[in-house]
């Protein structure tokens, strides 16, 4: 296609990645650093970040969601570990062995298929099994660890699983860890158990983002964290808790910036009206700039009259409800804007930042939500 510049574009810092990664490894020294990649890497680009790590000796492994996000890593050159923390349908396991994929275990028909096509292939097979303490999603109770090692045994190709873990319910949403300290507990009990069932495991994992930041005895011989690779707190209690106890303050930085250009800019006078449902409503004579994203594209409806962007350093409010591919900004009292001047949705401008985590209050959700729903279809481009 003709031309370089683009409506719409997602800018992704190659320093500001290896700068968190690093970070963690300082965090876990010694552990294996599994990164989360599932969501097609929280929305950053699956094979961006594939690309940015794959020479990266810190990372030992990625974790995806699913069989197709792990052929894309493949795809994307990515020769070490792969982790599916999602299900693999029974038909497909097939490809658990075409992709050289690690995945995780929750219910005795896939391990049972697991162990049959080893055999019929002739291989062993790395396996994670999912331990449930108490999040009451994917996993396994104490009371089917039995049959699950029976089949374990059963068949050469599986032998034991590689990897025990299981996953924290309420560690980065409070300052009291008293449920994940429970959980905690219970998985060391079950691993027990298995031990008992002559199942031992390698590894063991059960760190998460902000387990990895807060509590070393979660470390055990793996970690895993998601949105801290992306230079993101997992959430502000966790936060709060790790500057608490003394921790540094600048040991992430967000590795995504958004942007657009300003496709139109229009003269409004007072009484008038933008958008769909007649929601906003000039008082005064309003310089509007119109920008080629909406909710299609991952930025929110909620945002409608809430948000504002960056232009030029400063704050140009969201008017009028946010369309399915176009939002209106309020750029009168901002100096010298002209046609296709950029506009920063979220990353920083001059002085100024509009971060993820304030999208996500605005639209009362989640700096995980804002991240991950950025549609794949935005051109990505890596920067220093």
Known sequence: MAGSRKLSWIELSRSALAGNIQSLAALAPGKILAISVKGNAYGHGLKEIVDMVVDNDAVGYLTVHSVEEGAQCRAAGWKKNILILGPVLLDDTDAVFEYDLEPAVFNREFLQRLGELGEKHGRQIKTHIKLETGTNRQGLSEEELPSIAEIYRKFESLQKPYAAYTHFANIEDTTSHGYAEHQLK????????????????????????????????????????????????????????????????????????????????????????????????????????????????????????????????????????ICMDITMIDVTDIRDVNLEAEAVLIGQSHSETVSAEQLAGWANSINYEVLARLSGQLPRQIVA
């Open 186 to 321: 219970l998985f060391k009990q079950m691993v027990k158990k298995l031990e008992a069932l002559r199942v031992k495991p390698t590894i063991r994992h059960t760190a998460s983002s902000a387990a990895t930041i807060l509590f070393k005895k979660t470390h055990f011989e793996m970690v895993r964290p998601g949105i801290s690779v992306y230079g993101h707190w997992p959430s502000k209690e966790t936060y709060v808790s790790y500057r608490l106890r003394g921790g540094e303050n600048s040991i992430f930085t967000p590795v995504l910036a958004w942007k657009a250009r300003i496709t139109q800019l229009k003269s409004l006078p007072p009484d008038a009206f933008i958008g769909y449902g007649c929601t906003y409503r000039t008082t005064s004579a309003t310089r509007l700039g119109i920008l080629p994203v909406g909710y299609y594209d991952g930025y929110s409806r909620a945002l409608s009259n809430q948000a504002y962007v960056l232009v030029q350093g400063k704050r140009a409010p969201v008017r009028g409800r």
